[in-house]
């Protein structure tokens, strides 16, 4: 960390806590174009996707392979992951997201076995079902922050370093709208998501100088196995369940999006885009 002339702090790429308060420090030298990974330049791209034995991991996993990318799919759940990795094409590898080694040994593969890695999808995630009073389960705390959280958190610092070895890339986290609105009915899920969204809010523009997007997707309730007692609660009050091809439609307009830091929402009946987050009232002298 720096300091400007404002007296603040900056981050690497000399944005940091300043522009976040609506305050322009000075910055260093941009690149103006990232090594992105488009929706129509998939073709040899090499791509590690986690949670990617089912659900929206597998769709998108799906959608990648279509398109010519070599694949690194990422899951505990071996037999899913294995077959879609036999059907696709791909490389699967066991990974419990939540361990900082299992997600190293994940880039490491792509790069072993690829030569490099252009686009990371930490997807992985799991509801916590639990509230703060009687029904609070420390255990099971433990295990949502640490794959919804760490699980995103260690994917990053993973995949950084081989990103930056390729000339840039795309790294893409599944938060949800549960990141962007309240969730009384699970408070741990959405503080974890809520984290996500900060995440990719903050790294945005520190990572453009090293040619890598961050780009985070969130999508309302969808149609996978996280739901699962909450889907019959969702049924009975009529609420709209997303199907998982619109998730994946949401993915692929991200993937050409210009911008980076950027939170993309996904609910029913409405065109998916960046959520416009208001500017934080910044000081008074």
């Not at 522009?19 to 103006?32: N, W």
């Not at 089912?54 to 990648?64: D, E, T």
Request: net charge negative; hydrophobic share 45%; charged share 20%.
């Amino acid at each position: 960390m720096s300091t400007d002339k404002t007296g603040g702090f900056t981050g690497e790429s000399g944005g940091g806590l300043l522009s976040g308060l609506g305050i322009q420090g000075s910055r260093e030298s941009v690149a103006e174009t990232f090594n992105v990974v488009r929706a129509d330049e998939l073709e040899g791209r090499v791509a590690l996707v986690t949670g990617g034995g089912n659900g929206i991991g597998a769709g998108v996993a799906r959608r990648l392979a279509e398109g010519g990318a070599r694949l690194v799919l990422a899951d505990i759940d071996d037999v899913a992951g294995g077959k879609l990795a036999d059907e696709l094409g791909a490389t699967y590898v066991h990974c419990d997201v939540s361990r900082l080694e299992d997600n190293e040994a994940a880039v490491a593969t792509a790069v072993e076995r690829y030569g490099r890695l252009d686009l990371a999808f930490l997807n992985a995630g799991i509801a916590s079902g639990f509230g703060l009073g009687e029904d609070f389960d420390v255990r099971r705390y433990r295990l949502a922050m640490g794959v919804n959280l760490d699980g995103v958190v260690f994917g990053m610092h993973a995949a950084i370093p081989a990103l930056r070895a390729a000339g840039g890339g795309t790294i893409v986290a599944t938060a949800s709208m549960a990141g962007i609105v309240g969730i009384p009915s699970d408070p741990v899920y959405a503080a974890n998501k809520h984290a996500v969204v900060g995440l990719v809010r903050s790294l945005g523009e520190d990572l453009r100088p090293h040619g890598i997007k961050v780009q985070g997707l969130c999508p309302s309730f969808a149609d996978t196995a996280i739901l699962g007692e909450g889907r019959a609660v969702l049924e009975e009050f009529g609420f709209p369940i997303l199907d998982v091809s619109s998730v994946v439609d949401t993915f692929v307009r991200l993937l050409d999006s210009d911008g980076t830091g950027e939170c993309w929402f996904v609910i029913p009946g409405r065109e998916s885009e960046p959520f416009a987050f208001r500017r934080a009232p910044g000081p008074r002298a």
